[in-house]
């Protein structure tokens, strides 16, 4: 119970109350009104401290409420009001120690923790406020009434832990809350550091009576605990991995998740609606964009140099990624997993000069990757900086063609990045123009201010302050001139953001009377500023966060609409049959060689026989035109001599000779039996019959010494290529003309080094038969029907000619005589080929009818091996899909197969983080902070 006097006399000496402890407490009570209110500006400028400055009063962040910050949020709760008595902060520290073992129990319980713990903090401060003033009272009202003071504060620290008790009992061991009155009783030494925030009673512990040096060996002891867990869980901070730039609601990760959503989205459509913000960074030409970005990513990557060398939009992903060395990838062109950062900045440098300089800038996007467990969750998109003039040998378009680019990309959902330098007048920053075009209120604009080591200290905090060109988000003020670097164990240089925090720190550090202000007693003094890149990085992933979180109903619904749209063209189209890169390579070597062995089995003996037999007619016809139709001898006539009688008669000696079917062979006929003596017209026809056989004999040589084998070989040799060159134009080969290249000269390389050997052996085969040749019946009569099939197609032609000719000369009497000439001679020179032709077809019949030929060339079997081996296992996965991809109808099946897929992955992926806001939002009941009672 708290008696009349004691009260009365609080009420005095609360009006009277040291001004710092006073100042605490409104500064604190400021902090939490701060924290709870719902005002967008509040929520969205939180204050930050500089660098190396103690961490006196800090306001908390509303989504600094996530689970993990509960506990502190606690500690802080109890830290400042504490800190400002002296007294019972043991016992609060403790406190805090117990609820951080809170912190490993669910995140349910946890949420309830979150729920009370404004609880706990509004009974502290109402138990706490009479204590303060009865203990003000009791160090400033002459220690006379020590004793009865002391009673009071005692009063005043049971009452606070009953309230505390009864508020905490609900959730758990009430045994702990009964202990932390003796935790805040017993003694302790004050190790004599404290807090500025501390109220100076505890380090004067002037007086004489005892119940002061023992609530002041209290107050040590409760400060020297609060202390220490401060320091602790600043050490905690500090260790983690990342120390500054760890998102706050890293328990979920909900930036990565989003990033990683954000991926794939790009990677299906470039489409506005399905978009999550980025955030752009602009500015004018050496504002200093590079070395933000460079100190917020720790290495030096961008292209260096006057001649304008960002040309294109740079679109970064940062990746946090832990144990891992750094690496960038290129997605777009397939280069991933580069260490090198100087070569990812050669390659940048390279993909902007791309551009022309006569263009000077392209909205063709470069995307980069970077992996780090220096990096924070982000992205980024670096654009060409804001000029003022064009130079001389630049386009006089150009600077209204970055300002289009820059337009186009600073559009919502995107954040903008306003990078100012702060030696320059913000009245002529064109980025701050720009995003008040497309954002008036600068509820997604932040403004950077660099260079702030160039201008007064006062004057750079002014900028900072945003007064005159106030933004939502406000200005971090940064220095991203690095300190020099230092060199690791390993040789190796300091991370850049290191180098960078480490010259800030000094900087901001040494002037924090402007960027750290001491707040005033009135609390109208001025206010602490955003410096430093720690900040920036942080500011820029709570903003993200926020942004993308806020970005979700709208992006979750825009997927799903799309996913329908995909899934019911693929029902559509394909019927949902799914197919693969992989699978379409198998099928296409499969019809290949089907195709190949469907071909290949018409090449059969019979059909090759019949090749062969109609190569040697057309070889026949050469020969006979060679050796009988241009005879000079039978168009001059002295052939005609032979009389048809004559021809009759040598023919019926021919016909009664017994080696008839061997004259052939090569011996003169024998006359006839029984023939006497020679007759003229005998002899005549002797000679005449010698002319012939030399003819014969020629035509016969003429057919086998050309090379029957390598001809036969090379025809057959032919129709494969003939074959290939067919499968390769033809469904699905003529989507791959590399691809039909290659099997060209794979399937004509296996020809060439088997077709020597190949005709080699087949003139071995024939060459038994060439000189000794054997016809049966059945042979000779279909021997003979081809002939004059063959002969009559010759003769065909010559009629054709015949009727030009007629044409020519016309008709009447003069035609009728002359034709009755051609017709004889005709008819003669009918006879006259008939046998020749019977002679000739005879030899050419025998070796085409050879049955040894071999027609089973290697290739058949030899190429679908090779292709197996050689175009199939050759190909790595991207190959594969590149191939998949040449067939255009193969690549739209595919491209909307993966668009599917992707959209579904998604949306699984949003669906979950939907859900899980959901569940935030539920569980935070009137609360706003958390997880995502984000930024927006
Ligand atoms: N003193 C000081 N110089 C800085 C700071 N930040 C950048 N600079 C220098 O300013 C110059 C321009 O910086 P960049 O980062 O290249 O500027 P940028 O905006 O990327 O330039 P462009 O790519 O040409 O548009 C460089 O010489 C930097 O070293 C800073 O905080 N302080």
């Known amino acids: 119970m708290i008696s009349v006097a004691a009260a009365s006399a609080r009420r005095r000496v609360l009006k009277q109350s040291t001004a710092q402890s006073n100042s605490a407490l409104q500064m604190y009570t400021r902090s939490y009104k701060t924290m709870h209110k719902p005002t967008l500006l509040n929520a969205l400028r939180p204050r930050m401290r500089a660098p190396n400055t103690p961490r006196v009063w800090r306001s908390v962040h509303v989504r600094a409420l996530s689970y993990s910050a509960l506990p502190r949020f606690v500690a802080r709760a109890f830290r400042v009001p504490i800190a400002g008595v002296g007294v019972g902060a043991g016992a609060f520290g403790y406190a805090n120690y117990k609820l951080d073992e809170l912190r490993r129990q669910t995140s349910t319980f946890l949420t309830d923790v979150q729920d009370t713990a404004a609880d706990i903090y509004d009974s502290a401060s109402e138990t706490l406020s009479p204590f303060l003033s009865t203990a003000g009272s009791a160090l400033?009202?002459?220690?006379?009434?020590?004793?009865?003071?002391?009673?009071?504060?005692?009063?005043?620290?049971?009452?606070?832990?009953?309230?505390?008790?009864?508020?905490?009992?609900?959730?758990?061991?009430?045994?702990?809350?009964?202990?932390?009155?003796?935790?805040?009783?017993?003694?302790?030494?004050?190790?004599?550091?404290?807090?500025?925030?501390?109220?100076?009673?505890?380090?004067?512990?002037?007086?004489?009576?005892?119940?002061?040096?023992?609530?002041?060996?209290?107050?040590?002891?409760?400060?020297?605990?609060?202390?220490?867990?401060?320091?602790?869980?600043?050490?905690?901070?500090e260790k983690k991995p990342t120390v500054d730039n760890l998102p706050p609601t890293d328990l979920l990760s909900l930036t990565k998740k989003l990033i990683s959503i954000r991926t794939i989205l790009q990677s299906i459509d470039q489409s506005d609606t399905l978009k999550l913000p980025s955030i752009v960074v602009i500015g004018s030409q050496s504002s200093g964009k590079s070395s933000v970005l460079e100190a917020i990513v720790g290495k030096e990557f961008l292209p260096k140099g006057n001649n304008m060398v960002t040309r294109r939009?740079?679109?970064?992903?940062?990746?946090?990624?832990?144990?891992?060395?750094?690496?960038?990838?290129?997605?777009?062109?397939?280069m991933r997993h580069i260490t090198s950062f100087s070569s990812i900045q050669k390659i940048l440098t390279d993909l902007n000069l791309s551009v022309p300089a006569e263009k000077c800038v392209s909205d063709d996007p470069i995307?980069?990757?970077?992996?780090?467990?220096?990096?924070?969750?982000?992205?980024?998109?670096?654009?060409?900086?804001?000029?003022?003039?064009?130079?001389?040998?630049?386009?006089?378009?150009?600077?209204?063609?970055?300002?289009?680019?820059?337009?186009?990309?600073?559009?919502?959902?995107?954040?903008?990045?306003?990078?100012?330098?702060?030696?320059?007048?913000?009245?002529?920053s064109p980025a701050l123009r720009a995003s008040r075009r497309v954002d008036p209120l600068g509820l997604r604009t932040l403004g950077v201010i660099t260079k702030m080591d160039l201008v007064d200290p006062g004057m750079g905090a002014e900028i900072l302050r945003g007064n005159r060109y106030p933004l939502g988000l406000g200005y971090v003020g940064v220095v991203t001139k690095p300190a020099d670097r230092k060199?690791?164990?390993r040789g190796d240089d300091e991370n850049l953001t290191d180098a960078v925090m480490r010259r800030e720190e000094g900087f901001f550090g040494a002037n924090q009377e402007h960027f750290n202000p001491e707040p005033t007693a009135d609390g109208k003094g001025k206010s602490s500023v955003m410096v430093g890149t720690g900040t920036l990085r942080r500011r820029l992933m709570e903003v993200l966060e926020g942004s993308m979180a806020g970005s979700l109903h709208t992006i979750s619904n825009a997927v799903q609409l799309e996913l329908e749209e995909a899934s019911y063209q693929f029902k559509v189209m394909y019927n949902d049959r799914r197919i693969s890169a992989e699978s379409y390579v198998a099928e296409t070597v499969d019809t290949l060689k089907a195709r190949f062995n469907s071909y290949a089995a018409q090449f059969t003996k019979p059909a090759v026989r019949e090749r062969v037999k109609e190569m040697l007619d057309e070889k026949v016809m050469g020969v006979l035109e060679a050796i009988y139709w241009s005879d000079k001898r039978l168009s001059s006539g002295e052939l005609n001599a032979l009389a048809v009688g004559d021809l009759k008669k040598a023919l019926a000696l021919e016909a009664a000779s017994p080696a008839s079917s061997s004259w052939f062979g090569g011996k003169a006929p024998e006359p006839a039996k029984g023939a006497g003596k020679e007759l003229p017209a005998q002899r005549e026809l002797k000679d005449v019959e010698t002319y012939w056989r030399y003819k014969l004999e020629a035509a016969s040589g003429l057919l086998t010494k050309s090379g029957v084998g390598r001809d036969s070989t090379n025809l057959v040799a032919d129709g494969l290529r003939a074959l290939i060159d067919n499968i390769v134009t033809t469904e699905p080969m003529n989507h791959h003309p590399a691809y039909a290249e290659r099997i060209v000269q794979l399937s004509h390389g296996i020809l060439r080094q088997y077709l020597t050997l190949t005709s080699d052996q087949v003139e071995n085969a024939i060459k038994p038969f060439k000189h000794d040749v054997d016809v049966d019946l059945r042979e000779w009569g279909i021997g003979q029907e081809k002939s004059v099939a063959l002969f009559e197609k010759e003769i065909g032609m010559l009629e054709g000619r015949i009727a030009e000719i007629k044409g020519r000369i016309g008709g009447g009497r003069r035609l009728r005589t002359l034709m009755d000439?051609?017709?004889?001679?005709?008819?003669?020179?009918?006879?006259?080929?008939?046998?020749?032709?019977?002679?000739?077809?005879?030899?050419?019949?025998?070796?085409?009818?050879?049955?040894?030929?071999?027609?089973?060339?290697?290739?058949?079997?030899?190429f679908p091996r090779e292709i197996d081996s050689r175009l199939i296992y050759d190909l790595d996965r991207t190959e594969v899909q590149k191939f998949a991809r040449e067939n255009p109808a193969i690549r739209r099946h595919l491209d909307l197969q993966d668009r599917k897929d992707k959209l579904e992955q998604c949306m699984v992926q949003l669906q979950s983080l939907v859900n899980l806001r959901k569940d935030s939002q539920s569980n935070q009941g009137r609360k706003q902070s958390g997880l995502f009672g984000g930024i927006f």
């Open 140 to 237: 400033g009202s002459f220690r006379k009434s020590a004793k009865g003071t002391i009673d009071s504060a005692k009063e005043g620290v049971s009452s606070t832990y009953d309230s505390l008790a009864a508020t905490v009992q609900g959730l758990e061991a009430p045994e702990w809350l009964k202990s932390l009155g003796s935790g805040g009783k017993s003694g302790g030494s004050d190790d004599g550091s404290g807090d500025k925030g501390k109220s100076k009673g505890d380090s004067e512990p002037e007086g004489d009576g005892k119940g002061v040096a023992v609530a002041a060996a209290a107050l040590g002891t409760a400060t020297a605990r609060s202390k220490a867990a401060q320091d602790n869980e600043e050490e905690e901070e």
């Open 313 to 334: 939009p740079i679109e970064l992903t940062l990746v946090h990624t832990p144990h891992t060395e750094p690496y960038g990838d290129f997605p777009d062109l397939n």
């Open 367 to 428: 995307h980069l990757h970077i992996y780090s467990p220096n990096v924070p969750d982000l992205t980024l998109i670096d654009l060409p900086g804001y000029i003022q003039i064009a130079n001389i040998d630049q386009p006089e378009e150009l600077k209204g063609r970055i300002e289009a680019l820059c337009e186009k990309y600073i559009k919502e959902p995107n954040i903008v990045l306003a990078v100012c330098a702060a030696d320059v007048d913000l009245a002529n």
């Open 487 to 489: 060199r690791g164990r």
């Open 821 to 862: 000439y051609v017709r004889g001679r005709e008819k003669r020179e009918e006879e006259r080929k008939r046998e020749a032709l019977r002679t000739a077809r005879l030899r050419y019949w025998k070796l085409a009818t050879l049955s040894s030929i071999p027609t089973d060339l290697p290739l058949s079997s030899y």
